[in-house]
């Protein structure tokens, strides 16, 4: 992996705008790991995808993050810092070879033996389109659970009751706990303590969507007061950019 320059920035601004946020974060992987496949990095679990992302961010903008949201309570705004640190949970990806992140693993869930894999892009593409929390259970383990069986004898997933189901999906997410990241908050309006889910694939693209729109005003300031042309700009360091900026202000 390697972080974004300047021009990396500018050049995923332009390709990811007018996608989908699921295409978006594939995209950025696609740029910072640019010896593996779209379709590859579509089929890591969205965790693993999640967890490149925050390294990524890390890298390329440091690691404290500022968000903000609204009370669910009094509906202020409520701020809040965290480190990437605190939400990263370290299962050493990096020295994971690629096989094993697409290693299929097993559940027995009261004498059913269930074997599947971790929910990918492409997965989370389909279940985010679910209507109630049931057709999503029941999307997930249609796409995700490879084989069941009791007794050694094979059993449709249809066949299960639906605590089953519920209880499988419930495994199933479990077993990739970086794809959805809660965060406790307290309201200084209210008190009130909520949680809110924190989804690095909007915030690192609203990140990276004001920091072109940034590198572009300054190109154009540089290239007016000074005539050198936009791919001299951004290979310049931030430091060395923000100096001639000073002096042209
Ligand atoms: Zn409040």
Avoid at 26 to 41: M, T
């Amino acid at each position: 992996m390697h972080p974004f320059t300047a021009s990396d920035v500018i050049t995923v601004w332009e390709l990811g705008e007018r996608l989908h946020p699921l295409e978006r974060a594939i995209l950025l992987l696609s740029v910072a790991y640019p010896h593996q496949s779209q379709q590859q990095l579509a089929m890591l679990s969205v965790g693993q995808r999640d967890r490149r992302l925050l390294l990524l961010r890390q890298m390329t903008m440091g690691s404290q993050l500022h968000s903000v949201t609204t009370c669910p309570n009094c509906g202020d705004r409520l701020e809040f810092a965290l480190n990437i640190s605190d939400i990263y949970i370290n299962i050493n990806e990096i020295n994971e070879s690629l096989s094993s992140q697409y290693e299929n693993k097993t559940v027995q869930i009261a004498g059913v033996e269930c074997q599947f894999r971790l929910p990918n892009s492409h997965d989370l593409a389909i279940l985010t389109a679910s209507q109630t929390i049931e057709e999503a259970y029941r999307s997930l383990i249609e796409r995700c659970v490879l084989q069941i069986s009791q007794a050694g004898t094979p059993v449709s997933w249809e066949a299960l009751p639906p605590e089953m189901i519920e209880q499988l999906a419930q495994h199933i997410s479990d077993c990739d706990p970086q794809a959805e990241v809660l965060l406790d908050l307290d309201c200084p309006n209210c008190q009130h303590r909520c949680q809110a889910i924190f989804d690095i694939v909007a915030f690192f693209w609203a990140e990276l969507d004001a920091l072109a729109k940034r590198l572009l005003q300054e190109v154009h300031t540089l290239a007016k007061a000074y005539g050198w042309d936009e791919a001299k700009i951004l290979s310049m360091t931030a430091t060395r950019r923000q100096f001639y900026l000073d002096m042209v202000m």
